[in-house]
């Protein structure tokens, strides 16, 4: 696994929102959801798993509000400036923050371990075939 240097930083991209990470990321993988695929516009959304309290946010941002098909209601965070994905929180894992690798100031750090709701992956969207894949949830990161 990559080592990553701490902080991570990271932000939107009109700088208006930014924020650093500040404990190694508990977990990594890309998720194929067609709600990561509406909100991120791409094929699936890169996703660093950070404690709570490992997340420090500076700026402005909006939430918006979707239901996971655990039922779990999950607030997407972005910057209302520039529309920029950035992180979100699932108030049924309230220690855990999604936040989007690609938003990272160096994303090369980020470094996926699985591929999860590949059920709803599109069939232009290219998976690394060695990493593990997970037909909704991954069981880990
Ligand atoms: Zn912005
Ligand atoms: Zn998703």
Redesign the pocket.
Known sequence: MMSYELPITGG??????RYRITAKPIGSGNCHCRTCQKSSGSAYLPVLFVLSNALEIEGLYKEFPSVAASGNTVYRGF?P??G?ALFGRNIGHPELRPVSAASLDDPSVYEPHVDFWVCDAQPWDYMNPELEKFQQNAEHF
């Open positions: 939107c991209l009109c700088s208006q929102v910057c400036n520039c920029a």
